[in-house]
């Protein structure tokens, strides 16, 4: 039974293992030079090892070849485009021109050697020159690829005008062929066209004369150093100096650090800038890139050609090596003035290995600081405000007086104050009677003296210094130094309004406050004022006079003693 009359059912379908070919009809042909599908599809001949049906043979028309034999069969023309046939075929002349060069007193015309392609699938052409190696001339496509004309009559030039050893003109220039390549002769031949004997193109004088140039033997004497043995023992092996540019002659200049390697394999040297964060350059920290550096890089011949030609090691002799480097010494590269002030470890075994130098002490080269002006202080004025006060007409445009009061002490002092009698040293002898009260103010530490008035003395009395805070003589402006408890006691010298007071007596609240509070005066102080008092045949009580309390502190809410009178 053939496979073909079974059902087609799921789980019965059968595959031919013995069929291995897959392959399928043409279904594309050329109809008028275009490739067109197939519209009528011929039968499909069967694979090996497959069953032909018979209707198939019976409609088959070579079916009577098998009774009348083969018939001989005509093979049918193919006609193929012209972009087919031709396609990627090119014809390739060589030619040239010869170009006038005016203006020159060595050559008076230039040979230029062209090729011409013509691209036989659209009868297009283009001319190249290519390109040589130091010719002077801007060389490649000349002409794109197009239809070139031939004459004004509209025709264009085709590959039947095309051969050897003619002239081609094109838009004014022309172009003599004096060969072409191989395929191109075969073409040509095989077309009918008898192609002409080669000729041979002349010779470029400028070429030739660089042609001449370059055969030359230059000889030279060889260097008494010997590289080699040079970079192999000081390969990777650099001296490292710190050094600094100080630019700030110019205008906008600044002071550049920067760090310079110097190569032993070579004694090239190359220069980098270190950056700083936002310091406003550019973040390439190449200042002078690696090479053997000149010392004077303007000793050269004055016929030399600066203007066309670069400075090489030919014309200059002088170099800088590891004996010009040091610390402390300046180096004066492309009108950089460098100065070195420190180098690593290793560049210091180097100088000590092989010069014997041991001083490597670097050397400061950080700015010194500008010398800020500090105008004049104004002189204080006597009677308005204080010191400080005065101060504050330099620091402000609006004067404010500057107050310095400590609460704590104001609250647990007030009114407090410490009375002493003084004489004061007389100038005059009229002024040797004279007697005086001091009171020191606690709360502020203020001092105020008062004159007791005397009948028929000649003095008014009265207050003789308002409450005020009393410096002492030779105090700085900026900072003052005022009289504090210290400096009162017996036989004190308080120096007031140009005259000097002598205490020389206190009352007897003055020793309760001092044997409360020992911090606050010396031994000496508190000794002669318990002499003084003794000495008067005084009993001091001890529960008469000041008392220690303890409140809080309205500001920080601590607990704080104080003197109760």
Not at 115 to 128: C, G, P
Not at 270 to 297: A, S, W, Y
Not at 300 to 315: C, G, K, M, Q
Not at 341 to 349: I, L, P
């Amino acid at each position: 039974m053939n496979k073909a009359h079974l059902p087609f059912l799921p789980g019965f379908s059968f595959i031919d293992p013995t069929k291995c070919k897959f392959s399928l009809p043409q279904t594309l042909t050329y109809d008028k030079g275009y490739r067109i599908p197939c519209m009528v599809q011929k039968p499909t001949p069967k694979l090996a090892f497959e069953f032909l049906e018979a209707e198939n043979i019976l409609k088959n028309e070579k079916f009577g070849d098998l009774t009348y034999g083969r018939r001989a069969q005509v093979p049918k023309k193919v006609w193929i485009p012209a972009f087919v046939a031709y396609d990627k075929k090119v014809l390739r002349f060589f030619a040239y021109f010869k170009q006038i060069v005016p203006f020159s007193s060595d050559d008076t015309y230039r040979i230029r050697r062209v090729n011409i392609y013509y691209y036989l699938e659209d009868d297009t052409m283009r001319i190249v020159e290519p390109s040589i190696n130091n010719s002077g001339l801007l060389q490649g496509v000349l002409l794109r690829r197009q239809r070139f004309p031939k004459n004004s009559l509209g025709e264009f030039w085709n590959w039947r005008d095309l051969n050897v050893a003619m002239n081609f003109t094109i838009y004014g220039n022309t172009y003599r062929i004096y060969d072409c390549d191989k395929w191109t002769k075969e073409f040509l031949t095989s077309e009918g066209i008898e192609v002409n004997p080669s000729e041979t193109a002349p010779v470029d004088p400028y070429l030739e004369r660089q042609k001449f140039a370059a055969s030359r033997k230059l000889y030279t004497t060889p260097s008494p150093v010997d590289s080699l043995w040079k970079f192999l023992h000081f390969d990777r092996q650099i001296l490292r100096f710190y050094c600094i540019w100080d630019d700030r002659d110019n205008m906008y200049g600044d002071i550049h650090y920067c760090i310079l390697n110097y190569y032993l394999a070579d004694d090239s040297i190359e220069i980098l800038e270190v950056h700083e964060i936002n310091n406003g350059r550019d973040p390439n920290p190449v200042l002078v890139k690696r090479h053997r550096i000149p010392k004077d890089r303007s000793a050269v011949s004055d016929d030399f050609p600066l203007i066309n030609l670069d400075l090489t090691e030919a014309e200059l002799d002088k170099f800088y090596s590891h004996k010009d480097l040091g610390i402390g010494k300046t180096l004066l590269i492309y009108n950089r003035k460098l100065f070195l002030y420190d180098c690593d470890s290793f560049t210091q075994e180097f100088y000590r290995k092989y010069y014997g130098v041991e001083d490597f002490t670097p050397i400061d080269v950080r700015p010194k600081p500008p010398k800020v002006f500090v105008p004049e202080l104004p002189p204080h004025t006597d009677g308005l405000g204080t010191w400080e006060d005065s101060l504050q007409s330099y620091y402000n445009i609006t004067l404010r007086p500057k107050i310095y009061t400590d609460l704590a002490k104001f609250l647990l002092n007030h009114p407090k104050y410490l009375r002493y009698t003084a004489i004061m040293e007389p100038k005059y002898p009229h002024d040797k009677d004279r007697k005086f009260i001091i009171y020191y103010y606690l709360s502020d530490d203020t001092v105020m003296i008062f004159e007791p008035p005397i009948t028929n003395s000649g003095f008014i009395g009265g207050t003789f210094l308002s409450r005020q805070k009393l410096l002492k003589s030779g105090g700085i402006y900026e900072e003052p130094v005022y009289y504090s408890l210290k400096d009162f006691f017996l036989g004190a010298v308080i120096e007031a309004a140009g005259q000097k007071f002598i205490i020389e007596d206190a009352d007897q609240y003055v020793l309760n406050y001092m044997e409360l509070h020992p911090n606050l005066f010396t031994e000496s102080s508190i000794a002669s004022m318990r002499a003084k008092f003794k000495g008067d045949g005084l009993e001091l009580d001890q529960n008469l006079g000041p008392k220690e309390e303890t409140i809080l502190d309205p500001t920080s809410g601590n607990p704080v003693s104080f003197t109760k009178t």
